[in-house]
């Protein structure tokens, strides 16, 4: 069965440490991957996305992901965590076989200290 | 105003009441979807629209009726609901359905919070 899985519910870094998100799939196709973020009361807001090629994908807010065929990783990385990044994180995971369904994670909340 | 916006943010309602939630995209893309989001649950996919046909229905109540006049809005009537209905529901819209690659990326709304007393 098709699946993602966010190991982490709950991470907590200080401000200006590096940040790493998990992020596993389980897909028997070729899989689209996504992260979306999402601040208390609002919507997702897609930080980034790989389709193919390169397998270290850039995105916004000085954010990047990492896809890793052979561990079904797509782990989510910054390299200085700022205050205004603490928020709800999220993996999907989608598949040219599966159409349009997206499987989302449970999500990762990240709280930023001073 | 641009991307995806949804309204209202917040709604209270009975259990008998008949309430809509509106979704309206800016993107000019074709196809739109309504997610649930419950408490420590992974987003649950509600309906998707492709050209304003319904494509899916994720084996979603009766007492949610979706309605697409057009490719860039999207309503969520809501009836006779229960207090287990309340949470977040998001709208999305993406390019195209089926089309591959970057044209399916979804974009999300802000949501609308609803809470069923």
């Known amino acids: 069965a098709q699946s993602v899985t966010q190991p982490d519910i709950h991470i907590t870094v200080s401000e200006g440490a590096s940040l790493e998100l998990r992020c596993n799939y389980s897909?028997?196709?070729?899989?689209?991957l996504f992260w979306y973020v999402q601040s208390p009361g609002q919507g997702l807001q897609l930080l980034l996305k790989?389709?193919?090629?390169?397998?270290l994908v850039q995105g916004i807010k000085g954010f990047e992901a990492e896809f890793k065929r052979s561990q079904s990783s797509f782990n989510l990385r910054k390299p200085s965590v700022h205050w205004s990044d603490a928020a709800e994180y999220f993996c999907?995971?989608?598949?040219?076989?599966?159409?349009?369904?997206?499987?989302f994670g449970k999500g990762t909340s990240l709280l930023v200290t001073p | 105003e641009t991307g995806v916006t949804q309204t209202p943010r917040h709604l209270v309602m009975g259990m008998t009441n008949k309430k809509s939630l509106k979704c309206e995209q800016h993107l000019g893309h074709n196809a739109m979807y309504w997610y649930k989001q419950s408490a420590k649950k992974p987003l649950e996919l509600m309906f998707v629209?492709?050209?304003?046909?319904?494509?899916e229905n994720n084996s979603v109540p009766s007492r949610f009726s979706p309605e697409c006049p057009n490719s860039s809005h999207l309503f969520l009537h809501l009836h006779t609901l229960q207090p287990e209905d309340s949470a977040l529901y998001l709208c999305?819209?993406?390019?195209?359905?089926?089309?591959?690659?970057?044209?399916?990326?979804?974009?999300f709304g802000p949501g609308t919070r609803l809470l069923v007393l």
């Open positions: 999907a995971v989608g598949a040219e076989s599966s159409g349009y369904a997206l499987n």
């Open positions: 999305a819209s993406s390019q195209d359905l089926l089309a591959g690659g970057n044209q399916e990326t979804q974009y």
């Open positions: 897909y028997g196709a070729t899989p689209y």
């Open positions: 790989y389709f193919s090629g390169d397998t």
């Open positions: 629209y492709n050209f304003k046909e319904q494509t």
